[in-house]
């Protein structure tokens, strides 16, 4: 059974940051890419960035993302960390991990955590 659990939301000011967290386990980090989503109010969900199975993992981000956050993956703890800098209002949602595919697709991936909610102030 596959279980995601996040971590590490919370309020934040505009440019301050924050670092998420996806508990998981060695099988599921050995089987699947781990993505990142968001999903604001009235927006769909949107992919952020994920990070390929095996090793270190290849990471991959949005362009909204690209720069300000960094994706990355401890093993020894079964964790995947989202590093979130220069954090904008715009980047305000639920922050959710999901185990899948290597992709920014939601159908693409067929486990998901329960979410962490981000808010940036301006």
């Known amino acids: 059974q596959v279980q995601l659990v996040e971590s590490g939301g919370g309020l934040v000011q505009s440019g301050g940051s924050l670092r998420l967290s996806c508990a998981t386990s060695q099988d599921t980090l050995d089987y699947y890419a781990i993505g990142w989503f968001r999903q604001a109010p009235g927006k769909e969900r949107e992919g952020v960035s994920s990070?390929?199975?095996?090793?270190?993992?290849?990471?991959y981000y949005a362009e909204s993302v690209k720069g300000r956050f960094t994706i990355s993956r401890d093993n020894a703890k079964k964790v995947v960390f989202l590093e979130m800098t220069k954090l904008k209002p715009e980047d305000t949602a639920v922050y959710y991990c999901?185990?899948?595919?290597?992709?920014?697709?939601?159908?693409?991936?067929?486990?998901w955590g329960q979410g962490t909610q981000v808010t940036v102030a301006s």
């Open positions: 990070i390929s199975s095996h090793g270190d993992g290849y990471p």
């Open positions: 999901a185990a899948g595919r290597f992709s920014l697709r939601t159908e693409h991936y067929s486990y």
